[in-house]
């Protein structure tokens, strides 16, 4: 079967991860995860394998369920993930998960996908230039969000320190290089 | 075309009628619909058929105080007791609009020792479709 092949190739990757993304080019593989937040439209009725610990699928494979989640552990739930609704996030809950914990997570999820941002947009009508001044808003948000996070963890040395040290430092740099080959390993690593 | 046979028909008021009462369901479907203004609760069979549904309108709640958390919370606790003495265990959970109610009635169903398997996020998200209203100018 090229499919198992391809599997085994994929499950080679996702095995040492948690349970795997949710990208996946071939729909049907897409095995469940803690979380997803994409919209899907499949075909047929969800069986919650992952929910219901210890009760065997009702679904009809060729392989038995214990045999398949041996070999192929993604493949054991592609028969059954075929999801009727298209929803925009999903959070699957255990039994002894604490109230507050399972809202939170669920609350995280959703402000992850934005549901709530784009209902409130898309309730009144918004002309061009309302909508060109929040996409400004946006993009300056995500821009000094990113600069923020940046700074603090590696362009430190080149962006901040005044332009006379660097040059000093590459001074110093070049001469040790020619002295001491061994030192230059050790600087390039720095 | 030919008339339509009249027929009287069973009295509705969002509950099946009596005689299905029997019917025992292990696993089911929540759905809430929280608005601004209100918040709907209703329960279904897997296949998606209603078995009971609330409302904070029919709680008692009226104008700005049906869209309220609280007013959520117990549409929730009602409907969910009706459901469970038909012996429900488990649910999956859809919610679908924005809302203050989302989160309370997700507290309330997990409070009610309905074991979850699912919450989803079923909210109706356009691609870009219809035209929505014009803006308030309030």
């Given at each position: 079967m090229a499919a198992s092949s391809f599997l085994c190739n994929f499950l080679s990757f996702l095995l040492?991860?948690?349970?795997?993304?949710?990208?996946?080019?071939?729909?049907?593989?897409s095995a469940t995860s803690s979380t997803q937040h994409q919209t899907r439209k499949f075909g047929d009725r969800l069986v919650p394998l992952v929910a219901q610990e210890g009760q065997p699928s009702s679904t009809s494979s060729s392989l038995s369920t214990e045999l398949s989640s041996v070999i192929f552990p993604s493949l054991a739930y592609a028969n059954t993930l075929f999801f009727k609704s298209a929803y925009n996030v999903q959070v699957i809950v255990d039994d002894n998960e604490h109230e507050e914990r399972l809202l939170n997570r669920f609350r995280r999820e959703v402000m992850r996908a934005g549901v709530i941002q784009e209902c409130k947009r898309r309730k009144f009508f918004e002309n061009k230039q309302d909508e060109k001044k929040r996409k400004t808003r946006e993009a300056a948000k995500r821009n000094r969000r990113r600069c923020a996070h940046s700074s603090q963890d590696?362009?430190?040395?080149?962006?901040?320190?005044?332009w006379q040290t660097r040059r000093k430092k590459r001074i110093i740099g070049i001469y040790l290089k020619e002295i001491f080959p061994i030192e230059r390993i050790l600087l390039n690593l720095l | 075309m030919a008339k339509p046979i009249p027929r009287t028909s069973s009295r509705r008021n969002?509950?099946?009628?009596?005689?299905?009462?029997a019917r025992r369901i292990p696993k089911g479907v929540i759905h809430v619909q929280a608005s601004f203004n209100n918040t709907i609760v209703t329960v279904t069979d897997v296949r998606g058929r209603v078995i009971s549904w609330s409302s904070a309108g029919t709680c008692g709640f009226k104008g700005t105080r049906r869209g309220t958390p609280f007013a959520a919370q117990t549409a929730a606790g009602n409907a969910i007791r009706t459901v469970a003495d038909q012996g429900m265990q488990r649910a999956e959970v859809m919610i679908k609009g924005p809302g203050l109610g989302r989160d309370a009635a997700l507290r309330a169903i997990r409070r009610s020792g309905i074991l979850l398997s699912f919450i989803r996020d079923v909210t109706p998200m356009p691609h870009n479709g219809c035209r929505p209203p014009k803006k308030r100018r309030v």
């Open positions: 040492p991860t948690k349970p795997p993304p949710t990208k996946n080019p071939p729909p049907q593989l590696s362009h430190r040395k080149t962006s901040r320190i005044p | 969002g509950r099946i009628s009596s005689r299905k009462n």
